[in-house]
């Protein structure tokens, strides 16, 4: 009851106030409109044009809704999500969103408790890739091209340290290794997924994940073949012989070059190796990567077509210096 009588009296005050106004102008208008000598003022056409102008502007837009952007743990859960669908094992601790594909589907970099970080993107099924293998793509590309578009690559700091991902690698193969360098290679004929790793002062590896674990070979066992490590120097790789030949008759022998001959019936590695004295020997290589067996190159001349780089040369007599003419 004590709040209506004060809406009113404001009500009637303001009605008072368009009636007192009002009426007046409407006197003069209909005095001017009826004077055949009355001319518009020029202030007062320009103000009316103002007033019809100001209604016909089109009115202002509403201002765009405000973006929210989502919080650090909103962002992990979506990309956990993710990760989860893809089938990959990731307990996600950081992601950034990275924006959309062409299909419109969230994409997002995750880095992971342990072990690589991911590229996801929210496809259906969803779709992880791998940091590591993505960064090794990307420099095997770039040793081609430097300029090339290698793609995708994942940013945060938490998956840059390739070393570490692949040092954890090395350890569950049970290599010795401290790991000063490692790259993914890429993938097998039979799509299982390889690394290089290069070891500080020794020998380094590659490293394969098969299904029911991994399968490590040392450099030194791939030089002679079709390729080689890219991080480790041939002569560490020769040097690494010295372990293999340990207490063996060729223990002495300082290494310079190898031959991987074959297969013997007892599933030992047969290698030619030369020495930088110029003399060679056939090595049987066991899986525990130690000479079981040695031969000269005198003794293995029917082996497999015997020694082929460890001979040193045969002079014949056409070969031979002339002998030098008697003195008088």
């Known amino acids: 009851m004590s709040k209506s009588p004060f809406i009113a009296v404001i009500g009637g005050v303001f009605a008072l106030s368009l009636a007192t106004v009002y009426p ?49 743990e909103e962002l992990v859960a979506s990309a956990q999500e993710i990760a989860t669908g893809a089938g990959v094992t990731c ?7 990275l924006g959309l594909t062409v299909n419109q589907e969230a994409v997002y970099e995750a880095a992971c408790a342990t072990g690589p970080g991911y590229i996801l993107i929210a496809e259906t099924p969803p779709k992880a890739a791998d940091c590591v293998l993505l960064a090794g793509q990307a420099e095997r590309v770039r040793e081609t091209d430097p300029e090339a578009d290698v793609g995708q ?52 590896y590659w490293l394969e994940k098969t299904p029911t674990g991994w399968t490590t070979t040392a450099c030194w066992e791939l030089i002679g073949r079709r390729t080689t490590c890219r991080f480790t120097p041939t002569s560490v790789s020769y040097g690494a012989w010295k372990d293999v030949l ?7 022998c300082d290494v310079q ?18 020495c930088a004295a110029g003399n060679g020997f056939l090595a049987r290589v066991s899986a525990d ?38 003195s008088n």
């Open 24 to 72: 007046a102008a409407a006197q003069s208008a209909r005095e001017q409109a009826t004077d055949p000598t009355f001319q518009p003022d020029a202030a007062q056409e320009d103000t009316s044009r103002r007033r019809l102008g100001r209604h016909e502007r089109p009115r202002t837009p509403p201002p765009a809704p405000k973006v929210v952007e989502p919080t650090p």
């Open 91 to 97: 307990q996600v601790t950081e992601a950034t969103e």
């Open 153 to 204: 690559q994942c940013a945060l700091p938490a998956n840059q340290n390739v070393v570490a991902v692949v040092q954890a690698y090395a350890t569950e193969a049970g290599v010795d290794c401290a790991v000063v360098r490692a790259s993914a290679i890429g993938k097998t004929d039979d799509d299982h997924l390889l690394y290089e790793v290069a070891c500080e002062s020794k020998d380094g």
């Open 246 to 252: 340990a207490g063996t008759t060729a223990s002495e």
């Open 257 to 274: 070059q190898t031959r991987l001959m074959g297969i013997d019936s007892n599933q030992l590695k047969i290698y030619e190796i030369k």
């Open 289 to 326: 990567r130690h000479a079981q067996r040695i031969h000269t190159c005198e003794e293995a001349i029917n082996i497999g077509g015997g020694c082929q780089i460890g001979v040193p040369p045969v002079v014949t007599t056409e070969d031979a210096p002339a002998a030098a003419a008697p």
